[in-house]
Structures are given as C-alpha cells and as structure tokens.
C-alpha cells in the first residue's frame, strides 16, 4: 500500500483523489501496489462527504506521518504551498505538483532539498496541464535540445479560436471565455502572458539545463489583438497564436505569433496547448494535449504519483538547477506584419482594410523594428512564424 | 563504461553509431555513464572505416562477451534478428530493436524470455520512427486508454502529400517519393498498408494490454487515391491521409480518411508521423514527429539504451502480452465519401467533376456499405474521419 496526501482539494486536487479511485486498478498495475489518499489537507472541513473523515488541516499531521511517501501539492500559489513542500522534503516525503508558480519561484532549490533526503520534487502538471510533456522531455536528454516553443495558455488559445472561428471581438470572446470557466474573472495572468511566461521559463531552464526566471522572460499579452487582425491573418492563410519561444542563445519571448496553416501549431484549437521542440538527432517533434482541466491535470500529476511509487528513497533527475543561465540574450529576428498610418520602402504591401496601411517587414529584433519605424503610427505588429 | 552492440549496421544502425559519438556528453548524461560501441555485427568487413576494428560476423563473440550489457538489433526482417535476439537475451543481455516486422511477429515471446533472464526487450523505434511515442504511452499506465489512430507511415504521407500540395497522381508522387529515397524500389508495404497495419497491432497490443496480431487487421492500401479524390477533399474542407486506427472493442482498420481541416493530424504532412490517443482522465493527446529517418530513429533507439543502461538486471515492463485480444470483433462505423454511377436515396449530394455522382452517406459499416450500394459502380470510397 502506498498513502499518499493531497495538499489543496480545490480541482485539480480533487481531480486527483478521483482519479485514484475511478483508475484504482490501473493506477495500482502503474505504481505497484494499491495507492490510497491517506490524507487530504484543506482549509475546509469537507463535511458530510466521503473526504470527511481524511481531512486535516495540520501539515505536521501528514509529514510525521512514517506511512506517507508521496505529497501532492495541488494548493497553487507560494505559499504556504512552499514551506509545506519543503517541510515535506525534509523529512523524505517527495512532492509531486501543479504549481508552475512555486517551480519557476523555488523549484531548484525545492530539488536541491530533495536530493539532500533522498526523496524527489516532479512536476509534470505545471506545464500544458494533462500534455504529456516534461515526461517526454525527460527521454530526449540524449539529444541536443536547442529550441521549444508552444502553446501554453488554454485561456488565450480559447478566445483566440473564438475570434478567428466566429469573429468575436477580444472582450467578447474573454467574457465568453469566463462564462464558460476557462478564464478567471480577474483574467490578467492569462491574457497579459504572464502564465505562458512561467511555462517557458521552466521549459527553457529544461531544455538549457540551467535557470531562466520569469523575469527574464520578454513577455507580450493578447489585448491588442483585434477582428481585423484575423481578417488580415486569413488572406495570409494563417492564423494567431500566443506561443511562449525558446532558441538557445537568444532572448526568451511570449507574443501573439501570425502562424501559417502548413504549420503543425496552426490546428491547435480551443483550449489545448502544443509544443514543439527541436533536437539535432530527432529533428522537430511535438506534443499536444488537454491544456487545463479537472482531469486531464489530475492525469498529470498522477503520472508523477507512479514515477514517485517506482522510485523511494532515491533522488530522480528533473532537470532543474540553480545555475543561472546567461546566455538568453541576443535579440530574436522575427518578419513583423504590421497596420501603421503609412507605407515605408521595402517593405512587402499588403491589400489592407479601411484606412490604414497594411505589410510585412523584413526578419527584424523588436529594438531593430522600433528604430526602423519609429515615424510611423502603429496600429499593431505582430510576429510572423517562419514554417518549423 | 556502458559496452554495447550493434546488430546491422545499416541506416538505423549506422546512425546509433554515430549518435553515441555525436551526442557522446549528453547520451553520458542521460545514461549515467560513458556509452561504447563495442561491437557491430554486419556481413560487410567495413575496411578502412572507422568500424572496421569493432567489426564481427559471429553473434556469439557478442553474447559471450560479459562487458556487453546491451544489443541494438537494427537489422530488420524476422531472420536472424529473432534467433540473435533471442540469444542476447538468453545470456541475460537487454535488446532493443526498431524491427516492426519482429516486435509483431515474436516480440511477446522475446518478452517473456528476457523476463526469465532478468534483462528487458524495448522496440521504442519500431513504430513512429523518432516519435517519442511508446515512451509516454508507458507513462499513462493509470489511464484508460480506449482509442488510439495515427499517421503511421511516413512514405505514404509524403505520397499523399504531394498529391494535395502539388496536384499530383498517385504513380508521379510515387516515383518522386522513390526518387527522394522515401520509399523502397519495391513499394508495396507501405502504398498497400501493411506498414501500418504492423504498427496499429503493435499500438493496439500495448494500450488494450493483449496481442492483436498484424494478420487481424482490416487492411487498405492508398493505391486507389487519385488526384480528383483530392478535389473532393478541398471543396470539403478536408485532405487525405492513410490512418491505422484501434477503439477499443473493435476491429483493427488501416484505410484511407478524409481528415477535416479542423483536425489536429490534418497539418500533419511530408514525411511526418502523428498519433493520437484517448484516455478517460487525460482526454485527447496527440505526439509528432519524424516518423522515419536515419537519425531521428536512431534517437528513439537510443532513449531504450539509455532506459536499459537505468536498469540493468531487471525487466522493464514494455507492455506486451502473450494472452490474444479476441475483443477487436464489433465493426467500426464511418460516413463515407463515394464517387459512383448514381446517387440514391437518402445520402448528402455533392457537386460532382465530370459525369459521376459524389455523395456522403450515414455512418456504415463496410458490411453494411457494401450490402447498401451493391448495386452501384463504386470509383472510390474513402471513410470520413469524424472530429476527435
């Protein structure tokens, strides 16, 4: 028998403690043996339901716990998810999670503790929710990993179809989005990119092999795109997507992306995430799945439960370091499309809408693209995705 | 130091040979220790070549040598890669092999020998090419998975391909694919589907967890495409590509489908794979990538080196079974796309080219389309993919 506890029953939380029991016999075929939720920690009291009589709300309940091998930090924010965590680890409990926040925060140093006890810090929920990435990631360290780049926010993915699918203007398609429960009601995190930003962050310390923090991250919402940028995006044969990118060397960016419909990202639709990645032996691959959700994230972090289960008392690689990386700074040149009052030379004219002049420019750094057209008035700009 | 051995020294072979040197640092990383070519078997001598002192043309210098931990059978076909496999794993030496043909074949039995011997048999490589597929299949043990379809064959991909893009017919994309080294001077396994229909077993014995054998397998070929099909598909918003497709409780089938432009595997072109999976929890997830190729195959053998380099002297679960699948019965239904004589009663009309009728009918079985249209001149009749 292998008890485990679940730190934060909100949803995916609860997901998880579902999934154990609709999943009981695969989980057990996965992991070894039976796996029980011995303890679920929560502010609420959970009166009247089955979680009734496994609820806690004292962390040193579980960690003194000699039964509990495995925590699942499913509370969100950094604390006290981080002191909990590192509480766990101390006293030999692995911690598996689905908090992007904590990871990018303290997730080095959360492993460093780990590797001290002998015990593990995963965290596969805490980018592209059930996409089963950093699992797959994890087999590719016999390649050189020099780009990803992806899909990462279900959020934006979902009011971005709508715009393009039904020509819903952006605060039509984000109110939408938050009737429907894909957005919070304060939808900042999301539509600001910040969310992405963390996701690419973890993912480019991954791939780099040392830290990149969300600050470093050069980061660019989705507010300003409007209805005629798809109008002009569908005569281009393309569509727009927020993508978190990474390319070894070069500065790490989120942005809405033009991305063509030859290209594997273009169908990624509703609220899933995408990501590419890019080896020198494998050549591009990507994987896609389920973004966000109750159960698909729940899936995620019970895959980390079983590679845990598999693993006591040893310490597995999760690909995070405290080395700082500083090699993230040269400019990325992109082709913009741009809608700006005029025309200037060289760049490539487009048939524009209304008044304005719309074209695409040459491969440009955004600094390159501010000094170049620093005259104009600029409607919106948008980088355009050469095929990968 | 890490000893292994190569079985055949040809495009797969070669190329491990050349990622171990290439990737040397990182597969050391991943590894946990230096990974050597010792030995390859191949009944060329290599004279001055790199590989000619490592050259041998007996097996047993190979299994009786104790360094050697690990053998790539990359030789392909059922013999004598199934006795030197066998052999391997009789002296307790772990096997991994991209050799479709043998995994369907026998790789149940090597299985089941290597579990005796305390070693492990992996075929990452045999399906997907450098997709890292099979790996995050293992990784959703606690999910239940009841579908799985993908684009399994890189050749007819490129065929089908190039017949969108560029307007070709079947015989000139043929010629260009066989002219680009894509397909064999003889092209028969893979126009005629039984590429794939080796694959889709081995897909559909892994995630059901019992042997569905390739001989089981509704098979179609794409040789009956043409370059109207193609025009048909555009005016429906759809393409063409050739799927291998398992849900569970039905027959096996690898056929044709019209894929809808709003489909994740309708971008999926040229020489690419993808694979799409369904489970309870996680929902839709989909992996891309190379589906052939010296190098990216290659890596896919070398993530089971690697895997098998983690843990020596102990069998690594891989998902085969002995026990048969006899739930593959219940008949698949699809709509389907017709080019006939003439229309009846009750399907969906379309705008015809030249003097024949094309119309879609309700979903059918291919019992029931065939007792339902016996009395029509069929041209071509191509399943219809339904959203997944």
């Known amino acids: 028998m292998i008890n485990i506890a679940i730190l934060g029953c909100g949803t995916v939380g609860g997901g998880v403690a579902e999934l154990i029991e609709e999943n009981f016999k695969e989980v057990k075929a996965a992991a070894g043996d039976d796996v029980r939720v011995k303890y679920i920690l929560d502010i609420r009291d959970f009166k009247g339901t089955k979680y009734e009589k496994i609820v806690v709300n004292d962390i040193n309940v579980i960690v003194n716990d000699p039964e509990i091998k495995i925590v699942c930090e499913t509370m969100g924010g950094k604390e006290p998810a981080c002191s909990y965590?590192?509480?766990?680890?101390?006293?030999?409990i692995s911690v598996c999670t689905s908090n992007k926040e904590l990871v990018d925060f303290y997730g080095a140093e959360l492993s460093e503790i780990a590797r001290k006890h002998n015990c593990s810090y995963l965290f596969e929920a805490s980018v592209g929710g059930?996409?089963?990435?950093?699992?797959?990631l994890k087999t590719l360290r016999h390649e050189k990993l020099d780009k990803v780049m992806g899909i990462l926010n279900g959020t934006c993915n979902y009011i971005l179809t709508k715009m393009r699918n039904e020509g819903m203007e952006f605060a039509d398609a984000l109110k939408l989005a938050q009737d429907k429960g894909y957005a919070e009601r304060n939808p900042d995190a999301d539509i600001l990119g910040h969310d992405t930003a963390r996701k690419i962050a973890i993912l480019a310390s991954l791939v780099s092999g040392k830290r990149v923090r969300y600050e470093s991250v050069n980061c660019e919402g989705i507010t300003k795109i409007d209805k005629l940028d798809f109008k002009y995006a569908d005569k281009l044969n393309a569509t727009i997507k927020l993508l978190g990118f990474y390319k070894e060397g070069h500065e790490v960016l989120v942005a809405p992306f033009l991305i063509k419909n030859n290209n594997?990202?273009?169908?990624?639709?509703?609220?899933f995430n995408a990501i590419l990645f890019h080896g020198n032996m494998l050549s591009d691959a990507m994987i896609y799945g389920s973004g966000a959700g109750r159960y698909p994230t729940a899936s995620a972090v019970v895959s980390?439960?079983?590679?845990?289960?598999?693993?006591?008392?040893k310490f597995i690689y999760n690909g995070l370091s405290l080395e700082l990386n500083n090699n993230i700074n040269q400019a990325l040149k992109f082709k913009y499309f741009v809608r700006a009052d005029k025309f200037i030379d060289g760049v490539q004219q487009l048939e524009s809408f209304n008044d304005e002049?719309?074209?695409?420019?040459?491969?440009?750094?955004?600094?390159e693209f501010n000094n170049k057209f620093a005259g104009?008035?600029?409607?919106?700009?948008?980088?355009?995705?050469e095929a990968i």
Chains 1, 2 share one sequence.
């Open 130 to 136: 059930g996409t089963p990435l950093l699992r797959t």
């Open 357 to 367: 002049c719309a074209f695409i420019t040459e491969p440009l750094s955004e600094a």
């Open 376 to 385: 104009l008035e600029i409607k919106n700009k948008i980088r355009i995705l």
């Open 304 to 313: 980390d439960v079983v590679e845990l289960a598999k693993n006591f008392n």
């Open 264 to 271: 594997a990202l273009y169908n990624v639709n509703e609220a």
């Open 85 to 92: 965590s590192k509480l766990a680890l101390e006293h030999g």
